[in-house]
């Protein structure tokens, strides 16, 4: 089977390690140009892959360029993966391949769709979420259903320990799904329509900033859904930029939200509206150690 594939993220990159380690037969590879990794957090780079396994290796403003459609029609794929990738497909891609093409989506389609699925889980606090595989066609993330599964999220999952989950579950889909399509036995689920919940909107570094007057309850899961592999959740100090990663909740008396309790060994301690959330991991521009970051000098300050 003649399969293409697009991808530009860490996800792509482990799906296709996978594909390639298990023989299957890769013909074009689709990633973005070097200049876009400040565009994508999770920015992945194949060029390794491309080295140990030889495939044709193109990197690309747009897929939709008529060079790319071009080069596809020439190869004429059986098939077409698109695991991690941002750019809708036109029409003239989508018809090339004799099987279709395959995307992905983090979410329990139909119920959720949208942008940024795995910040998006965790903020609306789901337990659950799902892996899917669905037939790529001229909506958003509305064509048939390959493949499902279910995943539990845990309360203390944050956005690493969640993508993490989802590509080991990928890497087993993928396989087990080429597999079918190979021998034809695959099967095509329409989604319910009556099943949908909402559509996700894009996130932007922005939306990462810390309000000390909400609950360490909320300051915490914002934490979570946004650190790595996502731009992280930031707050101010003297004007300098501290991007934060990693807190736990303390249950102890607060003072001022935002106001800096204690720096030890253990931490920085930050009140907030209800109680107190410790600090653990962060990192400005130039520092990533929390003793380089923050100074005795700073009890007191406020954190904006």
């Known amino acids: 089977m003649n399969i293409a594939f697009i991808g530009g993220v860490k996800f792509s990159h482990d799906i296709l390690s996978t594909i390639l380690k298990f023989g299957w037969n ?6 973005y140009l070097d200049s876009k990794k400040n565009n994508y957090s999770d920015f992945s780079d194949f060029d390794d892959l491309s080295k140990k396994y030889s495939f044709q290796h193109v990197k690309v403003d747009n897929i939709n360029d008529s060079e790319n459609i071009e080069l596809l029609k020439k190869i004429k794929p059986d ?17 090339i391949p004799r099987f279709g093409v395959i995307g992905s989506h983090p979410t329990q389609l139909p119920k959720y769709r949208g942008r940024a699925p795995i910040p998006w889980t965790i903020l609306k606090k789901l337990k659950h979420s799902a892996l899917t595989f669905f037939f790529i066609e001229e909506g958003i993330d509305d064509g048939d259903i390959l493949d499902q599964k279910i995943f539990e ?35 095509r689920k329409k989604q319910n329509t009556d099943e949908f ?44 930029h501290i991007k934060i990663w990693k807190i736990i909740i303390l249950d102890e008396s607060f003072e001022t939200p935002g106001k800096i309790i204690k720096i030890d060994k253990n931490g920085v301690q930050i009140s907030t509206i209800n109680s107190s959330i410790l600090i653990l991991q962060a990192s400005t521009k130039e520092e990533c150690n929390l003793d380089q ?12």
Request: hydrophobic share 40%; glycine share 6%; aromatic share 10%.
């Open 197 to 240: 919940i909402e559509n996700w909107p894009k996130r932007t570094p922005d939306d990462g900033k810390i309000y000390w007057n909400k609950s360490s309850n909320e300051i915490q899961t914002l934490v979570r859904a946004t650190t790595y592999p996502y731009p992280g959740a930031f707050a101010i100090l003297d004007g300098k």
């Open 79 to 95: 098939l077409i993966l698109v695991m991690g990738w941002s750019q809708l497909l036109k029409n003239d891609i989508l018809t």
């Open 153 to 187: 999220i845990d309360d203390d999952d944050d956005a690493t320990s969640l993508y993490d989950k989802i590509t080991i579950l990928g890497e087993q889909m993928i396989i087990d799904n080429l597999n079918k399509i190979k021998n034809n036995t695959f099967l």
């Open 26 to 31: 890769i013909s074009v590879v689709f990633t």
């Open 293 to 304: 970051i923050f100074s005795k000098n700073d009890i007191g300050k406020l954190l904006l």
